[in-house]
């Protein structure tokens, strides 16, 4: 987990600034660059190839070439064997595998890379700055481009750093904000604010220094190996959650005790590892409880098990808001953010079971989608949308209308009625801007989920939470040949009664039978339960509507207090965020020094 930070002007000290926002993501070592046309900025923490020699930005021999990274490359070793019959190495560090493998082969060597990434090449002689982001965006990466100027950062706070150092404040985006009320999220390449970008996943970007512009953005295809049977693809797991150990310094596991975790698990007390995991334990699930220490044991585990109540939740609720600044509003935030600041204390990197759910199967919602694989024409609303949007609310409104959308063959509508935080207050703008979002960027209603949810929500988070402590998150299940194998297995998955069959199936072999099959749970914390013994919560709750308000930045009906706690609780939290994130950015544009 590193930070990188870069600008097209030579400005040094506004590369100082802006990386020392995100420095927590790199404490290892700190750099700045420049020359007469770029400024880069990096923060280190050091994984692979300690040696100080590893340190970035790294150049070639030539120092023509240069880069800035973040994410690990699994496959680097191998790379390098090729690379070394050009090229004399200087580091063990897969960054100047990297550079190297750019310099023989052009953009084009991003498709022979098996890892998570987000980094940045300056090739001086070319004139140009390329970024980029891995298969499944793993690895954030935000870029600015107005009126010639070019900033691209990890996170978005720095951009916003260097942005109020020159004096300049980007626009609210409207029309993404009406994604945000309808997922939760927004979905990439958008960001909250005009002209602040995410660079999609499994794309590159080039920016042209002497014009001053975007040249172009072109999507790439990682590696894979698409699996004849579950043997070969059981054999793809194994194998890509063992090269996912690659480090020189200490791996630990995130251990929720569900199917993903306890697969990663398995394996690695099959292999012999013995790595220590780290679990939360929410008092008051005592089910949950009985089922997470019955696998712990049984895989031998060398557990850290931490308690989160409402103690817990108020001790870390101003660590994770204060520094928000993309609406992150999944209320596990905190207990992920928690296990990995205890986590912080005994390891430098962590397995996390993320991808799971999508690339297998693992929500009810896609029972329906795999029924209703017909793409959906998403240029207006359809008189049954329009009916939804403009009944008023009523008991029993949502389930009949995911029905009735169901019936209707409206996979979009039914799927936002599932997920979305505002349900049936939505606006109709807000409604008909989500839809077009997903028959953008999901061509498959059965991959709603991987497509937009994964990238967009849950790997923001799981960055956002490691980040903060200084750790690096890995996900082994989202390895490019097992995001690539997957849909193979997508047949058994509809065929049978059941979420997740072949990962259950895989994880069967190591557990008993009723360890494995059995209900889906998460952290099971909710707003509602916090609220009452929080006050700095009910406050954010308090203010976020009437400010959100005056900026017309609502976009959704919103009940009185009461009725949105207990009956939207996901949409009082998104308010939360947005309000949070805004006013963070805001104090960030007013720095000066």
Not at 547 to 560: D, G, H, M, T, V
């Amino acid at each position: 987990m590193c930070g990188i930070f870069g600008i097209n002007e030579s400005n040094e000290k506004l590369a100082e600034l802006a990386s020392r926002t995100i420095a927590y993501r790199g404490p290892d070592q700190q750099a700045v660059w420049a020359d007469r046309h770029v400024s880069l900025g990096f923060n280190r923490l050091a994984i692979i190839d300690l040696d100080q020699r590893a340190n970035q930005p790294m150049w070639d021999e030539d120092k023509k070439l240069g880069i800035v990274f973040n994410g690990e490359i699994y496959n680097f070793k191998e790379l390098k064997q090729e690379l070394e019959k050009d090229f004399r190495f200087r580091t063990s560090s897969d960054t100047e595998v990297l550079l190297y493998g750019y310099k023989k082969y052009g953009a084009s060597f991003v498709e022979q890379l098996n890892g998570m990434f987000a980094f940045c090449i300056y090739d001086i002689k070319k004139g140009k700055i390329l970024l980029f982001r891995d298969h499944a965006g793993i690895k954030p990466l935000y870029y600015y481009e107005k009126d010639g100027l070019f900033l691209f950062a990890s996170e978005m706070k720095a951009i916003m750093r260097a942005l109020g150092a020159k004096g300049l404040e980007p626009e609210i985006d409207h029309e993404a904000l009406k994604t945000y009320f309808a997922f939760a999220y927004i979905p990439s390449p958008k960001t909250h604010y005009k002209n602040i970008r995410k660079l999609p996943r499994s794309s590159f970007l080039e920016f042209d220094l002497k014009k001053k512009e975007i040249i172009h953005i072109e999507t790439f295809s990682p590696p894979s190996e698409p699996p004849a049977n579950h043997e070969q693809l059981f054999s793809l797991v194994e194998r890509a959650i063992m090269e996912h150990l690659v480090s020189d310094v200490p791996v630990g596991v995130f251990f929720s005790g569900g199917t993903d975790s306890s697969t990663i698990a398995s394996v690695l007390h099959r292999r012999g590892v013995d790595l220590e995991t780290f679990s939360i334990r929410v008092l008051g699930r005592e089910a949950d409880r009985k089922y997470f220490s019955e696998i712990a044991k049984h895989l031998a585990l060398r557990s850290h098990v931490y308690d989160f109540a409402a103690r817990e939740f108020n001790e870390v609720y101003e660590e994770v808001m204060s520094k928000m600044d993309e609406p992150n509003p999944d209320i596990s935030i905190f207990p992920t953010y928690y296990v990995a600041k205890r986590a912080a204390k005994h390891v430098k990197v962590v397995l996390s079971g993320e991808g799971g759910d999508e690339l297998f199967f693992g929500y009810k919602r896609q029972r329906a989608m795999s029924y209703l694989r017909a793409s959906e024409d998403a240029t207006g609303l359809s008189l049954l949308d329009r009916l939804f949007v403009y009944t008023p609310s009523f008991k029993g409104k949502n389930y009949l209308f995911e029905k009735l959308f169901i019936l209707a063959g409206k996979p979009a509508s039914a799927y936002l009625l599932s997920m979305s935080p505002s349900r049936d207050l939505i606006s109709p703008d807000a409604w008909k801007a989500a839809k077009r979002e997903l028959t953008e960027h999901a061509k498959d209603p059965l991959y709603f989920d991987r497509d937009l949810y994964l990238e967009n929500a849950l790997l923001r988070k799981t960055d956002y939470a490691t980040s903060l402590n200084s750790i690096e998150g890995r996900v082994p299940l989202l390895d490019s040949r097992i995001v690539g194998a997957a849909p193979r297995f997508e047949d058994e998955y509809i065929s049978a009664n059941l979420q997740k069959p072949v990962l259950k199936e895989m994880l069967a072999r190591a557990l008993p039978h009723d360890l494995v099959y059995r209900e889906k749970s998460g952290f099971g914390m909710s707003l509602p339960a916090m609220l009452p013994h929080s006050k700095e919560l009910d406050r954010d709750l308090d203010e976020s509507i009437p400010f959100l308000s005056e900026r017309n930045l609502l976009y959704a009906r919103i009940p009185k207090k009461a009725e949105l706690v207990r009956r939207y609780p996901a949409l009082a939290f998104a308010l939360i965020c947005l309000y949070r994130t805004i006013k963070n950015n805001e104090l960030l544009l007013k720095q000066r020094d």
